[in-house]
């Protein structure tokens, strides 16, 4: 009973399945497309904001710094100017602040990379599965159907195959994109660790200096 049931099932035959593909396709470059307009703009001058962190912590005033990196969208500058608000409170402070602006930064990173992940993995399968479907069906025409000609099951056969292809074209660009903002994503926070280490190491010298004076 449950082998005649996933046979009817089956007999519907792979075009929902394209359907299918055919949206996942659709939502995997509205992913991509917005994905690459969130990392467009956030591409920032590491050696440009190192600079002018430098410049304001050993001068003390960070009004102009605040005023050119204040409205940036990039992870390191979010980090820095957060940091550089807990100034008064203390080193740890800073430290603190900037941990918890870079993990929510992060997070906003990495959000919906795992749709692409997901799609780059899976679609293949969805697209073998709509193959067997097609499959399936033909060699049941050519069952019920013994006159049928066997040119007409082939030409079934290449149709289902067509699914196969189709979840590789899905997955494909999925998968290329998902390592590309991977990288984006691990280069951000890299240059976001050098910027937080700028700041501390400013601080800490700052501290010191103070210190001797006293």
Do not use: C
Not at 153 to 169: C, K, N, P, Q
Not at 195 to 213: K, Q
Request: net charge neutral; hydrophobic share 50%.
């Amino acid at each position: 009973m449950l082998t005649e049931a996933f046979k009817d099932f089956a007999l519907l035959g792979a075009e929902w399945v394209m359907y299918v593909l055919v949206a996942l396709s659709v939502l995997s470059f509205g992913v991509i497309i917005e994905r690459a307009i969130f990392y467009g703009k956030r591409t920032i001058d590491l050696r440009l904001l190192a600079g002018d962190l430098r410049k304001a912590l050993r001068s003390g005033d960070d009004s102009g710094l605040r005023k050119k990196w204040g409205h940036s969208a990039a992870m390191p500058a979010l980090v820095a100017v957060k940091g550089l608000a807990e100034r008064e409170r203390g080193v740890e402070a800073v430290a603190e602040a900037m941990n918890e602006e870079k993990a929510r930064a992060r997070a906003e990173h990495e959000r919906y990379l795992v749709i692409l992940g997901t799609l780059g993995n899976n679609a293949p399968f969805i697209g073998l599965f709509g193959t067997v479907l097609g499959i399936i069906g033909a060699f049941d025409r050519l069952r019920t159907n013994p006159g049928q000609a066997v040119e007409a099951v082939h030409g079934s056969i290449s149709e289902a195959l067509v699914a196969t292809a189709v979840g590789l074209l899905v997955a494909i660009p999925a998968v290329v994109a998902f390592n590309y903002f991977n990288r984006r994503v691990r280069n951000a926070i890299t240059g976001t660790d050098e910027i937080a280490h700028v700041v501390l190491n400013e601080l800490h010298a700052t501290r010191e200096a103070s210190s001797e004076g006293a």
